[in-house]
Nanobody, 126 residues
Framework: QVQLVESGGGSVQAGESLRLSCAAS????????MGWFRQAPGKEREGVAAMDLRGGSSYYSDSVKGRFTISQDNAKNTLYIQMNSLKHDDTAMYYCAAGRIDCSGAYLKNYVYGYWGQGTQVTVSS
């Protein structure tokens, strides 16, 4: 089992920045990919950023590319997402996820991730 705990959410103005953290614990060995997803009210959960832990490659959705950056601190078993130039449309619950199956070609797809955090709310006022 892998436990994931997100933190860092909050309320900001459009144009401001936030950094979310995801602390991983438990049996993290063998995790292939980790990612950040978000879900706004009335919308489906969407993948916004992911990292292949085998090589460090990162992947982003078109909606956040150039504004969000995913990173990890192996020593702390923590995944981050730096979110700059936030927009009202970025308002959502943000979830951290970890996967132990081959996520190649599907980094931003829900089905490759078997472990999820409880989420942290990000609210951006325009």
């Amino acid at each position: 089992q892998v436990q994931l705990v997100e933190s860092g959410g909050g309320s900001v103005q459009a144009g401001e920045s936030l950094r979310l953290s995801c602390a991983a614990s438990g049996h993290t060995y063998g995790t292939y990919c980790m990612g950040w997803f978000r879900q706004a009210p009335g919308k489906e959960r969407e993948g916004v950023a992911a990292m292949d832990l085998r090589g460090g490659s990162s992947y982003y959705s078109d909606s956040v590319k150039g504004r969000f950056t995913i990173s990890q601190d192996n020593a702390k078993n923590t995944l981050y997402i730096q979110m700059n130039s936030l927009k009202h449309d970025d308002t959502a619950m943000y979830y951290c996820a970890a996967g132990r199956i081959d996520c190649s070609g599907a980094y931003l797809k829900n089905y490759v991730y078997g472990y999820w955090g409880q989420g942290t709310q990000v609210t951006v006022s325009s």
